[in-house]
């Protein structure tokens, strides 16, 4: 009897954890700090995928971790940047909001690109996967900068 | 006759480029060492190449670089070859009249004759397109009668090794690598004695000898080519254009030349 509450206990109480809402109230500071530390780690990945592509690290069985990271924090990009997180410490361009599909297309653009890039890993030719390291980080990264960021100040 | 035979046979073989052909391929990329499009290309709104309307936000107003292309009504369609180098390398309009230094003809002026040749047969071979340019809309102090006497200030641009150094051609006459990354005075004079150092009004870095004495030639060709920092972000806005529609399309030679000259430059 007392095991069965307890079960009953414990299925509730962790229940009330797991729905828990993590989110306060919007606070459109934290969420910059939150999405420049995001972009912070998309760095990292990115950075990381460099050194083994450049074969300066012995690390090849990593490159898929760093590849299916990017892949599902390219596919959170849109929701980074909601309304009312355009001021303050931020050095993303207004058109980010103002022109919201262009902002779409170069995520969508970004995806493609790291798909693309992804094939060429597949490949396994390790010059022809630098090459396309390359194409990769100035048709997604540099892409969107160009036109969505500023230069922080 | 047989002469003659083997005579046909090698014109046939030969491409089917004339010099005209030629002259305005060289002139193409005059246009993009000097990166003509980037100001005079509505890029945001995805306007027509060249054909201007770009709003140009600076500390002294808003610019809209106008039509370019060769349109009689509202591009430069009825000029002479002769008026278009006088724009683009004096600073001086058909009527006489001074243009507004965000033109950057200071660093333009050393451009050499060849080079005006070729870019003059490109601009007269595209397409015309019309487009109404927009009037510049700039504080109540900035006006044209003051550009006389500014020009005369801003005489020391454009390195007189130009003729002498590829890079320094490059970078300092077509690239105009200074009208952004050489600090500025309160009246808009360039300081050349401290040239490079950057300018933080538009955000650009100090990319004198010494700062980028740390940089391997290999993270620069990155940057040039890719737009890649050695930090692993990637440069953005205006650094972002002028290595999508300039540098990047540097032929090896010239971007060595000019990382070369970068590398190398003497600053006080």
């Not at chain 2, 290999?218 to 999508?244: C, K, Q, R, T």
Request: charged share 20%; proline share 5%; glycine share 6%.
């Amino acid at each position: 009897m007392s095991k069965i509450l307890l079960f009953v206990f414990t299925f509730i109480f962790t229940n009330v954890v797991f729905a828990q809402n993590f989110s306060m109230d919007f606070n459109p500071e934290m969420v910059i700090k939150y999405r420049k530390d995001f972009m912070t780690a998309v760095k990292g990945h990115n950075n990381d995928i460099k050194a083994i592509v450049y074969g300066a690290v012995p690390f090849d069985n990593h490159l898929n971790i760093h590849l299916s990271s990017l892949e599902q924090m390219f596919a959170e990009i849109e929701s980074l940047f909601p309304e009312g997180s355009d001021f303050g410490e931020t050095n993303a361009k207004n058109a980010v909001w103002e022109n919201p599909e262009k902002f779409k297309k170069a995520i969508a653009d970004a995806r493609q690109a790291l798909v693309t890039f992804q094939q060429a890993v597949a490949r396994g030719d390790k010059a022809k996967t630098k090459a396309a390291f390359k194409k990769f980080g100035r048709s997604s990264c540099g892409s969107c900068h160009k036109s969505f960021k500023k230069k922080q100040n | 006759m047989n002469y003659l035979y083997k005579l046909i046979l090698v014109i046939s073989i030969l491409p089917a480029v004339s010099p005209a052909q030629t002259l305005i391929d060289q002139g193409r990329y005059i246009a993009q060492l000097a990166n003509c499009y980037s100001c005079h290309t509505d890029i945001e709104n995805e306007g027509k190449p060249l054909a201007g309307g770009r709003a140009m936000e600076t500390q002294f107003g808003i610019f809209y670089p106008p039509n370019i292309t060769p349109d009689k009504e509202t591009g430069i369609g009825n000029w002479t070859e002769h008026q278009f180098a006088k724009a683009v390398r004096s600073g001086l309009a058909p009527d006489g009249s001074h243009y507004y230094p965000t033109f950057p003809y200071s660093a333009y002026k050393n451009i050499s004759d060849a080079d005006i040749k070729a870019l003059t047969a490109y601009m007269f071979s595209l397409k015309p397109v019309k487009q109404m340019n927009n009037n510049h809309n700039l504080s109540w102090f900035v006006s044209r009668w003051v550009l006389p006497i500014w020009k005369m200030l801003n005489t020391d641009q454009g390195s007189n090794k130009s003729d002498k150094d590829r890079g320094a051609y490059i970078v300092d006459t077509l690239g105009h690598c200074n009208e952004c990354h050489t600090p500025r005075n309160s009246l808009g004079i360039l300081q050349m004695e401290q040239k490079f150092s950057g300018n933080e009004d538009l955000s650009a870095p100090d990319i004198s000898s010494e700062s980028l004495k740390d940089w391997s030639k290999e993270e620069l060709i990155d940057l040039f080519s890719d737009g890649a920092l050695p930090s692993g972000d990637y440069v953005s806005d205006h650094m972002a254009e002028v290595v999508e529609y300039s540098t990047s399309t540097w032929k090896p030679a010239d971007l060595k030349a000019a990382i070369r000259y970068l590398q190398k430059q003497k600053t006080n």
